[in-house]
């Protein structure tokens, strides 16, 4: 029955700009229950909770449609102060707290206790300002919040900055405990920056929070930890509702598989004659011990071998590494250990050494990396192989005809929609420049493309024309091809192989026709061996 939950949300839907991407999404969660959300990056799960707390983006975009109670009762939450006054708080990812504040000032911030001042008539003339902090009372509420949750080694006067990153998680959740009446807490990947005791540690304060009959909702992509710790679970999938279940009665395969389960549509018609003669023996690209300092994308002791005129996928969750791959070679970041390309070392600590080597790249960071926004197309497109090749020059100076005879031909292969080769790239669309950044890469006539994000921001039409491009180009010139996405359907689509990356290194590497099951078990750093059914 819905009076046994502490939490409903009902049918909530919600759309930004037309994009609809919460449809009729439920979640129940009783009191003294961890409750874990899960689903792959985009699945929803952010705005679900953006939803419950009342955030800006969503009132401010036209609110959303559904009901949400709390023990049986509808509420309206129309900011983060509601929330918090229905006694709804959350543990953040990314640290909300001040450096250089001290243990007790993070926790009692915005609810300090002070004292009228002891002289009337300046306190009348210039108000509450002039009240006089209880220190020594805030200090007594840090410590019995530190202490509920079992931080006794935590001083309540130490300074936060220079705090082991697991300690100032703690200091996070201390200072949600803190609050009057808290019934529900939000933990949104806690453990993904914790070491492994840390995360440990953390699973077990969750339970003691829980016992207290506080509701918690953990949003995590950690299968193992669900099982180790959560009552149940809610899955979401494309912004839809997938299922709810008792831990207890299921499996990691079976969270894995729902996770995942969706029909891998055939965005690429690759044919049935395959001209390429992918050797073993032949790779292309080797990364040995590579490591990339990328932060939020670092790399950790990776070992790949990517053989010569294969299309390469690495997937994965946002956060666990697979962007720092490229960005490393490309020499944006500080790396270790070797990349080879056809055998030979690549000197990473010279900048465009990549380039110099007939590796291209598209970035994922179109606008910030990849396009000088304010060039024109034309630009745009000879700029790296003006530079690195020294083509599209005659005598020093740029060949007019050339430049515009091959600028012209790009636009019409892919489709490029523009009034024109000196339109500037900034006022093209996302999906336009997006082609704008292939269109420089292939210019380069590379023997190996590096794409990030290929298709991020694209409508379906543009989509399948870039990846059915990448796919001719490797067909018919037997240009090795790497592709970094988020999108596992288009990876199982277009890739021969496809390695899955988690916590900074290859957790497997998959054919496309591989299950469900194990590409959701691949991406929770995790094997189908692995696992008890």
């Not at 056809?342 to 465009?352: I, N, Q, T, V, Y």
């Not at 921001?457 to 018919?476: P, S, T």
């Amino acid at each position: 029955m819905e009076t046994d939950y502490l939490l409903s949300m009902n049918n909530i839907n919600k759309e930004f700009f037309g994009n609809k991407v919460l449809k009729n999404v439920d979640l129940q969660v009783k009191a003294g229950e961890i409750h874990a959300l899960m689903g792959e990056n985009g699945a929803g799960k952010s705005t679900l909770m953006n939803v419950l707390f009342g955030m800006p983006v969503i009132h401010q975009t036209g609110g959303f449609e559904g009901q949400v109670k709390l023990a049986g009762q509808e509420i309206n939450i129309l900011n983060p102060h509601d929330a918090m006054n229905y006694g709804i708080g959350m543990v953040h990812q990314e640290f909300m707290l001040i450096p250089n504040f001290t243990v007790t000032e993070n926790i009692k911030v915005g609810r300090e206790i002070g004292q009228p001042s002891i002289v009337p008539f300046l306190e009348k003339a210039f108000g509450d300002d002039l009240d006089r902090l209880l220190w020594d009372k805030m200090a007594e509420d840090s410590r019995k919040s530190l202490d509920s949750i079992g931080m006794m080694n935590i001083e309540e006067y130490a300074r936060v900055a220079g705090m082991p990153i697991g300690y100032q998680q703690f200091v996070e959740i201390a200072r949600e405990i803190d609050k009057t009446g808290i019934k529900l807490l939000v933990f949104d990947e806690p453990t993904a920056v914790l070491t492994e005791s840390e995360a440990d540690r953390l699973l077990e304060i969750m339970r003691l929070i829980a016992s207290r009959g506080i509701a918690i909702v953990f949003i995590t992509h950690r299968l193992d930890e669900v099982m180790q710790v959560a009552d149940s679970l809610t899955i979401l999938r494309d912004g839809e509702f997938i299922a709810r279940r008792n831990v207890a009665e299921t499996n990691l395969v079976d969270i894995a598989e729902l996770m995942i389960g969706r029909q891998v549509e055939k965005l690429v018609d690759k044919g049935e004659e395959d001209p390429r003669d992918i050797n073993d023996e032949n790779i292309a690209l080797e990364l040995i011990n590579y490591c990339v300092d990328m932060p939020g994308e670092e790399v950790r002791n990776m070992n790949i071998k990517i053989r010569k005129g294969e299309i390469f996928g690495f997937g994965g969750l946002a956060g666990q590494g697979k962007i720092g791959i490229h960005n490393g070679i490309q020499g944006l970041y500080e790396t270790s250990g070797e990349v080879l390309v056809h055998g030979e070392k690549l000197d990473l600590s010279k900048r465009g050494e990549a380039l110099r080597k007939d590796i291209a790249f598209v970035s994922e960071d179109r606008r910030g990396v990849g396009l000088l926004l304010s060039e024109s197309i034309e630009r745009n497109i000879i700029f790296s192989a003006m530079q690195v090749k020294n083509e599209f020059l005659k005598r020093g100076f740029l060949n007019r005809k050339e430049s515009l005879k091959h600028t012209n031909e790009m636009i019409e292969l892919l489709d490029i929609r523009c009034t024109g080769p000196q339109q500037s790239v900034g006022s093209l669309s996302g999906g336009n420049q997006q082609k704008v950044c292939l269109a420089r890469a292939l210019t380069l006539k590379p023997n190996i493309l590096i794409v990030a994000e290929p298709t991020r921001g694209i409508d379906i039409g543009a989509k399948k024309l870039v990846l059915e491009y990448l796919n001719e180009i490797n067909r018919n010139d037997g240009t090795t091809i790497i592709v970094i996405s988020s999108e596992l359907v288009e990876l199982r689509s277009l890739c021969d192989r496809i390695a899955i990356v988690a916590k900074g290194t290859i957790s497997a590497i998959l054919d496309p026709e591989d299950s469900d099951a194990d590409y959701g078990l691949a991406m929770s750093g995790l094997k189908r061996e692995d696992v008890k059914a």
